[in-house]
């Protein structure tokens, strides 16, 4: 129950899109640490379900994907509960509308899965999701198709007859803002014959910092749970950080400068591969997401 870094089944969207509203319902009914079947939940939810589908179990994917609960099935019955991050969201922004809030789940549900395998390759909590905002620029470049995409997929999770939907699918949750429209994560054109996509960086600004460290330091927990010392190198390569930003060098190293300036970190740079000291605890960095909000 207590495991956060669950990876997420291949198909686990089920033709939903992650709905921000569901998702807050879903939050409010995990706080009383209910458990019930899909057909209780969807009664004192709202959240549509039917005999052999429906949205509940997606949203409850995506929700422990996006590290907002805990959650456990056995045989028909779902145990949910609040993780820390997910207190802390449902106390500060009930409604999940602040972009701070919004960045946070799209990051977590973009990050890598800690894999007990050696010498795997890289996977993520949810595949598609790590595979277009972690691998994308590499794989498909600057701008890419809907198409170029879910042959991607097909690459990576094999071929299947519902890869176009399923890219489909993760490509409209950010054009539409009762999802992740509001993220800005994609920019997307269209010419005569088709639409294209660009993969967006995450903004650079101090209002979204703290919850960039908060997501910093909870993969940290992931990954690295007890070190307290750590090469950059070692951790961007292990997290995908900055390639899941999407940032520059530069902006990089102002946040990096930022997280040592508010007591996140301490640098050490004398070195050829600059040293990352962890200085602070998770319950702190989760306190402070909302800090920077005027």
Not at 19 to 44: F, T
Not at 233 to 239: A, M, N, Q, V
Request: net charge negative; glycine share 6%; charged share 25%.
């Amino acid at each position: 129950m207590q495991k956060l870094g669950k990876q997420l089944p291949t198909s686990f969207a089920k033709d939903f899109k992650p709905e921000r509203r569901l998702i807050s319902n879903l939050l409010k009914y995990a706080l009383s640490e209910n458990s019930g079947d899909k057909h209780e939940i969807s009664e004192k939810t709202g959240i549509p379900t039917g005999v052999s589908s429906g949205k509940v179990e997606p949203t409850i994917h995506y929700a422990s994907g996006m590290g907002l609960v805990y959650s456990s099935k056995h045989l028909d019955k779902w145990e949910l509960r609040l993780t820390p991050l997910g207190k802390t969201v449902l106390e500060e922004d009930p409604y999940l509308t602040e972009s701070v809030t919004l960045w946070l789940m799209h990051l977590m549900l973009c990050r890598p899965y800690k894999s007990s395998k050696a010498n795997e390759p890289s996977q993520g909590i949810a595949d598609q999701w790590f595979a277009l905002f972690a691998l994308g620029k590499l794989r498909l470049g600057n701008c890419f198709s809907s198409g170029e995409y879910a042959e991607f997929l097909s690459e990576r999770l094999g071929s299947g007859s519902d890869r176009v939907s399923m890219a489909n699918l993760i490509l409209r949750s950010y054009e539409e803002e009762s999802c992740l429209g509001l993220v800005k994560a994609l920019e997307k054109s269209t010419d005569i014959t088709q639409s294209h996509y660009t993969l967006a960086a995450a903004p650079d600004n101090e209002e979204l910092y703290p919850a960039l460290a908060a997501y910093f330091i909870l993969l940290w927990d992931e990954f690295f749970d007890s070190t307290e010392q750590l090469h950059l190198e070692e951790l961007i390569k292990t997290t995908y950080l900055f390639s899941t930003l999407n940032w520059t060098k530069e902006q990089s190293s102002r946040w990096l400068d930022w997280l040592a300036d508010h007591g996140v970190v301490q640098l050490d740079r004398q070195t050829g591969d600059t040293l990352v000291l962890r200085t602070t605890s998770t319950s702190k960095v989760l306190k402070n997401i909302y800090s920077e909000l005027i």
